[in-house]
């Protein structure tokens, strides 16, 4: 059982910038693939972005493209979510997955094996 934690959100202004983390214990995170999904209320779960196991390859929603970013640290069992220029509709609940069994991150949710609690991210002035 994988066990992921997300953390770094909060309330920010337009504009401004947040780093979400996703952390696990006990597993070695490199034989992941990793996820970011949101969920805004009323909504349906949508794809944020993705990394491959090593980090090398990363993919992401054309609408976040260019404000966000992923990375990992495999060293410190940790994936990152840079965000930055934030608007009001980026409000959700920001989720981490893992896959165990594909090497390239997917889009699809139903890829995904393993499920963090998720973490608030409100974007107002």
């Known amino acids: 059982q994988v066990q992921l934690v997300e953390s770094g959100g909060g309330l920010v202004q337009p504009g401004g910038s947040l780093r979400l983390s996703c952390t696990t214990s006990g597993r070695t995170f490199s034989n992941y693939a990793v996820g970011w999904f949101r969920q805004a209320p009323g909504k349906e779960r949508e794809f944020v972005a993705a990394?491959?196991?090593?980090?090398?390859?990363?993919r992401y929603s054309d609408s976040m493209k260019g404000r966000f970013t992923v990375s990992r640290d495999n060293a410190n069992n940790t994936v990152y979510l840079q965000m930055s220029s934030l608007k009001p509709e980026d409000t959700a609940v920001y989720y981490c997955?893992?896959?165990?069994?594909?090497?390239?991150?997917?889009?699809?949710?139903?890829?995904?094996?393993?499920w963090g609690q998720g973490t608030q991210v409100t974007v107002s002035s």
């Open positions: 990394i491959s196991r090593a980090g090398g390859t990363t």
């Open positions: 997955a893992a896959d165990p069994i594909n090497f390239y991150g997917s889009a699809a949710d139903n890829i995904y094996r393993y």
